[in-house]
């Protein structure tokens, strides 16, 4: 290589350097200008040229694949993005609805509440009493005359009025705290007409077979004694709660409205609801017909009451609103006792046989229910997370 050649090549090196020098201060316009007007005069030779512009072109392409790559990247993590679900800051909550509360927990709720009801119709029963006493005037030395009034009807539907004073918000309030966990345990979805008439249908048909099991229980009651001692005491008893002798007013008030009421939101609200966590349909209401009938603490009472604890509920499943259990209940208690001090002895007559042939549908359904339907859950969260685990 020749002095001339090496000299021309430390000027090409020169050139580049200031080449790259220019490329890394770009941001200065002014100076980028002037390093670029030297670098052209000191060129003496067309192939510095060629290699300036060859460098100039690599220099652009190489920046615009720089910012079409960080384009490409920048788009594909936002298709990414796009994939993912966003996170439910609320999915832990929903979780702890749907799960099943422990074995202790429904036993004290199923077990406690209906003792806690007793008691406070027990402490009703005790303030009604000593202000009936105390405001009439009743000689407390005359014990046949306190206990006769002590056991007067009137007593019964005032305690039982107090007591749903006092329970019915206890229980909407534990209804609507525990709808919140477990959605659709306290349920109350829209009535529809054609289901609420045949749910009272039902009801007062299910008098005419209580009235067939009474009945039977008199026919086996001649040959077995204690039978016929469950009947003489059933008898007595319903003479405290419903008598002609009594306010008819008072009755209706009792027995037909807050009576229903309290013992729906109780057995077809709570207990059911209770027992629809943890078991199925069927079982539920099984166990809180038995309940049902236990809670009247009576062996006539006992058995014949199983039965509409059987269609109440039912009737609660498949309608999904909890007015129509306490219609249905109290045309029961309307039609099963009320009724008898109103209308005529022949008129009641004709009542019980339209209610023996409307049974034949009521047992019907119930049968029907127990063979052929696959009710849900009333707990809405658990019944979507076993779909969603189908």
Partial sequence: MTDEQKEQLKVNQQNNSNLRENYYHSSMPNQNKQSMSN?????????????????NLNTTNNLYNSSYNQ??????????????????????????RTKKPSFGNVLST???????????????????????????????????NVYEVLLNSDMQNYSSILMAIICIPIYLIYLHNRNKKYQGTFSAEKIKIKNFLSSSIAVFGSLGLVTLLIAFLEYIGRNLTFVNNW???????????????????LQI????IFVPIVEELLF??????????????????????????LFHMNPIQSLYTFIPGLLLGIIYYQTKNIIVPIAGHMIFNFFGGVIYFIVSENSAQILSIIQLIIGVF????????FIKEKPKSLNKNLEENNMNMT
């Fill in 362 to 369: 009521t047992l019907f359904l119930i049968l029907h229910f």
């Fill in 71 to 96: 384009t490409i990247d920048s788009q594909n993590r936002q298709i990414n993005y796009s994939n993912y679900e966003p996170i439910n800051p609320y999915e832990n909550r929903v979780f702890m």
């Fill in 253 to 256: 008030c009792g027995t037909v």
């Fill in 110 to 144: 199923i077990i406690g509440f209906p003792v806690f009801h007793i008691l406070i119709l027990n402490i009703s029963y005790i303030i009604i009493s000593i202000f009936y006493l105390f405001f009439h005037h009743i000689d407390l030395t005359n014990l046949d």
């Fill in 231 to 249: 009947l003489d005491y059933y008898e007595d008893l319903a003479n405290t709660i419903v008598s002609d002798e009594t306010n008819i007013i």
């Fill in 39 to 55: 670098l052209y005069a000191d060129s003496s030779s067309s192939n510095m040229y060629t290699e300036h512009i060859n460098q």
């Fill in 268 to 293: 077809r609200g709570i207990v059911l609801g209770k027992l629809d966590q943890v078991l199925s349909p069927k079982m539920a209401i099984l166990i809180q017909a038995l309940l049902f009938g």
